[in-house]
């Protein structure tokens, strides 16, 4: 066992070299800690844990908002040998008592917003969850529950031992299910450290960075982001949630640096009024991901002085898989970029076999960062990972100097007539109508074509027709990719990460087309 590569020590060895430096600003809480600051509450939820009986392997489920307690909870789960089970906070109490039981959690920390959901998982008795111990943040809601703050403030700061690391489980993060339950993707001390290291070296994290948070932590990009950051010795600045003009404000005051998001918060960010007044001259990169960043929104922070970066990642990968940068962002419009500096990539046929330039196909990706399994699903993780290779599933084609563009999902992929529809073409159409805000497009079933296109809009006039949306396509996309049919709504279902739910609108629009 390896233990130089657990992540917990991440937070000692920094506290060791640079023990004043400012390490984590709770914005929300207000509550600012200095790296030595920061790895004595480590030391302290590592000596709660502890305290429970919970041995090495054991799961150890979050249920929390960002928030210094969410990230000490991780750091000392990683410091001892637990696996951190991160859960997505939109989730219902049943999709929440799913994940406890597959992945056998023994302990929860969650915030005390949740406490109804966790009375009720808790009243199922075993068959809600496995947890003996519950550490409620941020309150006392819950009567089976011990109070996070107070326990840890009731223990010594000793460093404890690090008792994993090297090929040791880390965490499970879940993904979203948009089809189907979810699956757990594992993740060990390696490559999660490999994927730190893949930040550090590709997207350019410096020692002096102050890097934001607002993307959930129970999220990859997020949480990679994090520990990438505090690896490097940035100061960390925490939003508990994503607010567009707090996110504008926090850049000012706290000379933001560095931050990730998704196209859904950029745009957000842009409807804020006169955000072109905010100072954002410490702004070194803004890092897009997790959706297709739409041509028109790179074009409306170049406008006002700020490059995008952007990056295609996905959990099994531990983050980003390629990136970029803003030097290319214009001359590359729409492209994702290169692979990461310690990841391979691949684009191929449906046999495997590797496509020209040019030409579509699947991207396939070998990585020291690839996730270790599925949790409990090999069936699963034998599709996904073949001779050391992820299939993400996406479609993609790589041009003469290597930059890859992501087609759309190879699910979400429309047939019409014999020829394939990629959503994601035709949305970033729909996107250059000044009238439309969002758009996404679905297959619906045709007698005539087998599927034709459908979009579903949303606009920032109510006077915008279906006729005037299908006239601003003509002309700008072939006859079959152009949809047969719009319909108008007030927002586009989406995850926490921004990404829309098109199973969600396929399911409500399923049609049949208008021919």
């Known amino acids: 066992m390896n233990t130089q590569t657990n992540i917990g020590l991440l937070i000692s060895k920094r506290a060791y070299l640079h023990p004043d430096r400012l390490a984590l600003n709770d914005a929300l809480a207000g509550r600012k800690f200095s790296y030595a600051e920061l790895n004595n509450r480590v030391n302290r939820v590592c000596s709660v844990l502890n305290s429970v009986g919970l041995t090495r392997g054991d ?3 979050i249920l929390a908002f960002n928030g210094h307690e969410f990230l000490e909870s991780f750091f000392a789960c990683a410091r001892i040998g637990l696996v951190a089970v991160p859960i997505n906070c939109r989730l219902t109490t049943t999709e929440i008592t799913y994940i406890l039981k597959d992945c056998g959690a023994k302990a929860m920390v969650f915030d005390s917003e949740f406490a109804s959901a966790i009375e009720e998982v808790q009243a199922m008795g075993e068959q809600g969850s496995d947890i003996e111990d519950w550490l409620e943040i941020r309150g006392k809601e819950v009567d089976f529950a011990r109070d996070y703050e107070h326990m840890i403030s009731s223990q010594g700061s000793e460093d ?10 880390l965490f499970i993060m879940y993904t979203s299910g948009t089809t189907g339950l979810p699956k757990g993707a594992v993740h060990t001390h390696n490559t999660v450290f490999w994927s730190v290291l893949n930040y550090s070296v590709t997207a350019g ?5 102050t890097h934001l948070v607002f993307l959930p932590l129970f999220h990859i990009a997020a949480l990679v ?3 990438s950051a505090l690896y490097s010795g940035n100061s960390l600045v925490v939003l508990r949630s994503f607010d567009p003009q707090k996110s504008w404000s926090l ?20 409807q804020v009024p006169d955000f072109e007044n905010y100072d954002w001259s410490s702004l070194r990169w803004l890092m897009s991901g997790g959706a297709p960043l739409s041509v028109e929104t790179i074009k409306s922070y170049k406008k006002v002085g700020i490059d995008i970066t952007q990056a295609f990642g996905m959990t099994e990968a531990c983050g980003a898989v390629c990136m970029v940068g803003p030097e290319d962002g214009m001359r590359k419009a729409g492209s994702v970029g290169k692979a990461f500096f310690h990841t391979e990539l691949r684009i191929v046929d449906k046999d495997g076999m590797d496509v020209p330039a040019g030409q579509e ?6 990585s020291p960062t690839i996730m270790k399994e599925y949790w409990n699903n090999p069936e699963a993780t034998t599709e996904a990972i073949v001779d050391g290779w992820y299939h993400t599933g996406d ?16 699910k979400d992929m429309i047939i019409s007539g014999g020829e394939n529809v990629y959503p994601a073409e035709v949305e970033n159409v729909l996107m250059q109508h000044s009238q439309i805000l969002e758009a996404a497009v679905i297959g619906q079933q045709s007698k005539k074509w087998g599927e034709s296109p459908f979009a579903v809009v949303v606009s920032v006039s109510a006077g915008l027709t279906e006729a005037e949306v299908i006239s601003h396509c003509d002309g700008k996309l072939a006859r079959f990719k152009i949809p047969k049919g719009v319909i108008f709504v007030d927002e586009l279902p989406r995850n926490s990460l921004g990404k829309v739910l098109k199973r969600q609108l396929r399911e409500r629009f399923p049609g049949p087309a208008t021919e």
């Open 395 to 410: 479609v993609g084609v790589r041009d003469e100097e290597g930059f890859i563009t992501i087609r759309d999902r190879i």
């Open 59 to 61: 799961r150890v489920a």
């Open 205 to 209: 994290m410096h020692f002096d960075d």
């Open 160 to 169: 404890p031992p690090a008792t994993a690391g090297g090929e040791d489980n």
């Open 225 to 227: 982001g994090a520990v």
């Open 361 to 366: 196909g699947e991207i396939i990706v070998c």
């Open 251 to 270: 850049i000012v005051d706290e000379k933001i640096s560095t931050s990730y998001a998704v196209p859904a918060m950029l745009d957000f960010m842009l």
